[in-house]
């Protein structure tokens, strides 16, 4: 399978690791990304630079993707320009963007149109679990495409779950966004009652990250809450995106959402105050 040519769209503060990741178990990767420098760092390492997407499709038997929102996720899969118009027949088209359900399905279509093998595969995990190839990664798609391609899936993760059809993954990724949303406001109020209350908010999380209350947001964002650490292992505006997203989908589906609709009117104000590239621990400025 090493002798597979994969092309990859997108190195973010996630997609540069997991394109690293897939160099290192000796994958043959191809970059291409609006903003060349933001590739260099791999390009340095051995990865090809490509000059666009339909040029990166033409010569790639794998293409993942995961860019910022749904619509750089359909203007870099359709038009004449696009992956879809021009990957050729047989390649495997992987979208790990977390984006809307109904456009993985529309994706899909398409490629079954041309010969092509679509998945929508979002992750979750931040740039902890990029790095450290320990990603959740939640498939939908054709289960023979998913099958082989679960060793390009095993080096970026390790909790890889094929959910249904196309749109499944994304169905499953707003779950996953639905919990976080209340979950950090949680976390936050939790950090703030033990300052309060006097004490040592680490010493607190030592003992609350282990019992009923333990969770990723917990463990691994409240103590750079603590530190003040607001560098991003995940975007403010990425996760507002990803919000909305699950509120539209939800609202198809009349479901009541309060959870959810809270904590996007906090992360709206967080960003409205300037820390929309910041990372979502940010949200304890509100609560301090």
């Known amino acids: 399978m090493t002798s597979t040519t994969i092309g990859f769209v997108g190195t973010g503060v996630m997609g540069k690791s997991m394109a690293r990741n897939l160099m290192k178990a ?41 860019v910022g ?25 992987i979208d790990m963007t977390t984006s809307k359900p109904q456009l993985a399905q ?25 790095r450290d190839g320990k990603l959740a990664i939640m498939i939908g798609g054709n289960e023979s495409a998913y099958e082989e391609m679960l060793p390009v899936f095993n080096v970026m993760g390790e ?12 169905h499953t990724k707003m779950s996953n966004q639905i919990t976080i949303a209340s979950n950090m406001i949680g976390v936050c109020e939790a950090i703030m009652y033990a300052k309060k209350a006097g004490l040592n908010p680490e010493r607190v999380l030592d003992s609350i990250t282990t019992g009923a209350a333990g969770s990723f947001s917990l ?9 003040g650490d607001f560098e991003p292992g995940f975007y403010v505006k990425h996760f507002i ?25 906090l992360y709206t104000e967080l960003a409205e105050k300037g820390d929309e590239d910041s990372g979502t621990q ?7």
């Open 26 to 66: 000796g994958y043959s990767l191809q970059l291409y990304t609006r903003t060349k420098e933001k590739a260099q760092e791999l390009l340095n390492e051995g990865a090809a630079w490509k000059n666009s997407v339909a040029e990166l499709a033409e010569t790639s038997d794998v293409i993942i993707t995961i």
């Open 69 to 93: 929102y749904p619509k750089d996720v359909e203007e870099i899969y359709f038009g004449e320009n696009g992956i879809l118009e021009n990957a050729r027949e047989g390649t495997y088209l």
């Open 106 to 130: 529309k994706i899909d279509e398409q490629a079954k149109k041309k010969r092509l093998y679509a998945l929508d595969a979002p992750v979750s995990g931040g740039d902890i679990g990029a």
């Open 159 to 170: 909790n890889i779950i094929l959910q249904g059809p196309a749109g499944a993954g994304q």
């Open 219 to 227: 463990s691994k964002l409240g103590p750079r809450m603590i530190q």
């Open 241 to 265: 995106k990803d919000m909305k997203i699950a509120l539209e989908s939800a609202k198809d589906m009349n479901l009541m959402t309060p959870g959810l609709e809270l904590s996007l009117s």
């Open 282 to 288: 940010a949200l304890i400025k509100l609560f301090s």
